[in-house]
């Protein structure tokens, strides 16, 4: 690689691009990292016919004027619409990059109070002067903090001439309500009741999951109608920020992709204003098409012996340890720290930028990590396929929801079609669209039905269950023979046709729905506790068969939870003398949460279960402990616990006498376990020492 005199650039002479001098005016060459990247670069685009005198014709075509020439809502700039050519692409991947004497930190000309409108709004949206660091503070509002639709200002920290360091405020952010996803309004004014829409300067944006966010300038919306009146042109997209699975296990640092415009040769960013999806930068970027675009990436932290944890070097600016403190830098100079963030105390955070970013990306990149993402933590379910009867309402599209959440791919079961589809079609638009939940419209009751539903099943929950509530006497055949269809068959005939597939691949799980009637019997409910007792005898069972399989069984038994199923129907409760009947205000007070249990507990229990590989056999009581239950028990324990059990004794003589020896004892600390109790019995052998042998 030589210089060239008359023209001030470097020329690679085996691909013959021109690599514009930015940077190596002041520092006189050019990071040997960048230089292998432009290498790279260049025999990558060495097959096209374009000479270098038309690569800078077409480089002419863009802004080109200096950092601080034009601003973003200038028509007359000429938009980059197309990909331009592989001189362009080649300026993408060229970063600045002065030694770290050379770095010095960026000073306002002006105070804030002496800018203009104007030249604020022209510094914000331009990059940074090449080889200056800006130094910054972010506060979190006090009167957001805490709540859903927090504020958050940006100040640049400088130093007077006596020394004094002072904070000049720059920008000002806050979340919209009313809004789907996450949406970030920055305004170059304090918010306030009434904030101007001319000083609001640009967006924010995120997709539903708040894993991928657009950074926008103020203007019109292309994919909306707008108003003709609308006087602002269409809007300028600034940056992106892609969120992926954390980068150390399943808490921890999350990665980023930082997706900017590549620069042109004078160091400006050409505007862009793209009209369709696959024309932004996240569309680019997920289509392979990266021409163009700067490819950042948060740095990973290093293993650090001292401290026996993974860390990053902030050079002192920031105290707090945190997962959302990060680093930006380009993966072939990664010494070059383009922005870094972190927490300094409880509510105030530092940002500092370099080029080619301007405050405006910085501090809408800074926003995306305030966000709470399900990125930041790793989906355990990702392409994994869960089978659901009932999962079109209450307890079984809870279920379905948490593991559209968790990366799984679902398979809705009921029974109504109109259903069926408005469930389906949530969880494709809302949830995961990539994974192409199905439903299948399905009676339990039928087993033939039942043979059509899919295969090649990961997870099995069985949550469908109907409720027929009469007293013995009263009973209809219909209603005894759909509640037990449904309930037990259904969920009989359910697992045996995927357990053959399991049985195949030697692995799965089945969680079996059942209720905490199943284990106590309730008055009024006597066929579905017989039903839901069956699933529970027929789950262990199956467990037994299956384990040597590795497939595990299990069942949770639900106390009353808010559904519609629940919401109508009256509340039988067991007293100390196990007979009397309460609405569901007194119910409540007897439960020691003093509330109602809610779907998403039955379905976060759900998802315990799936990933307990060494739980298997097992029924998890799920219903806040009502008091009667420990009565119940308390009774049981009292009068009649001595007939529940089978004591194995033998007699001996000894002086004359007949004396028990126990031979097996019973441990009602494992009895009391079986109940949920929340305190331990002690383990001790029964039977009164002093028993004759005419009480034996």
Known sequence: MSSDPQTGTSTNRANTLQIPNVGIEETGELSPSLITAINHLSIENSDDESSSDDLEEDSDTLRNESSYANSAFDESTTTLSQPVGPAEHLRALIINRPTAQMITTFRLQKTR????????????????????????????????????????????????????????FLLAARKRKKSKSSHYVITTDRLSANVSSDSIVGKVRSNFLGTAFAIYSNGRNPFKREPESTALPIREELGAVVYDPNILGFKGPRKMTVLLIGMTKHGARPVFRPETDAETLIGKFKNGEHRDILVLHNKSPQ??????????????????????????????????????????????????????????????????????????????????????????????????????????????????KETIEKAKSYLNKNLEVDNNHIGYKCDLRIPTEIEKVCTNVDYLINAAGVSHDSLVVRLKEQEVN???????????????????????????????????????????????????????????????????????????????????????????????????????????????????????????????????????????????????????????????????????????????????????????????????????????????????????
Request: aromatic share 10%; hydrophobic share 35%.
């Open 113 to 168: 109070e002496e800018m203009t409108q104007e030249e604020v709004v022209k510094f914000v949206l331009n990059p940074v002067p090449q080889g200056q660091k800006v130094l910054c503070k972010i506060t979190r509002s006090k009167d957001g903090f805490g709540k859903l639709y927090p504020q958050y200002e940006l100040s640049i920290e400088d130093t007077s001439e006596n020394g004094e360091e002072t904070k000049i």
């Open 303 to 416: 293993w650090n012996e001292e401290t026996q944890s993974y860390v990053l070097n902030f050079s002192g600016r920031v105290t707090l340890a945190s997962v959302k403190n990060f680093q930006i830098v380009h993966d072939n100079d990664l010494d070059y720290i383009i922005m870094q963030f972190g927490r300094v105390e409880e509510d105030t955070f530092t940002m500092d930028f370099m080029y080619p970013m301007c405050p405006l990306q910085a501090f809408a990149i800074a926003l995306t990590s305030f966000d709470a993402k399900l990125a930041s933590q790793s989906k355990p379910f990702k392409g994994e396929f869960v089978v659901i009867t009932g999962g079109t309402r209450g307890i079984g599209y809870s279920i379905a929801q948490k593991f559209a959440q968790n990366g799984a791919r679902c398979a809705l079961i009921g029974r109504n």
């Open 482 to 696: 759909d509640i037990i269809q449904t309930n037990l068959l259904g969920t009989i005939y359910m697992c045996s046709h995927i357990s053959k597939q399991m049985v195949k691949t030697k692995k799965g799980c089945i969680v079996n729905i059942s209720s905490v009637v199943g284990l106590q019997g309730n008055s009024g409910q006597s066929v579905y506790s017989a039903s839901k007792a069956g699933i529970i005898g027929f789950s262990k069972s199956l467990a037994k068969e299956l384990a040597r399989k590795n497939i595990r069984v299990n069942v949770i038994a639900p106390g009353f939870i808010e559904t519609d199923m629940t919401s109508s129907m009256n509340i039988l409760v067991m007293n100390k003398h196990l007979s009397a009947i309460s609405e569901k205000e007194s119910y409540k007070k007897k439960i020691l949460m003093q509330r109602f249990g809610k779907p998403e507990e039955i379905s976060d229990a759900a998802l315990y279960l799936a990933k307990a590989d060494y739980v298997t056999g097992q029924t998890l009581i799920v219903d806040g402990c009502p008091t009667f239950r420990l009565a119940h028990i308390r009774y049981l324990i009292g009068y009649g616990i001595l007939e529940m059990l089978t004591v194995q004794y033998s007699f001996r003589r000894s002086e004359g006498k007949t004396e028990p020896i126990l031979t097996s004892e019973l441990s009602l600390s494992s009895f009391s376990q079986f109940y949920k109790l929340d305190f331990i019995v002690e383990s001790k052998s029964i039977g009164p020492s002093n028993w004759t042998e005419n009480q034996q």
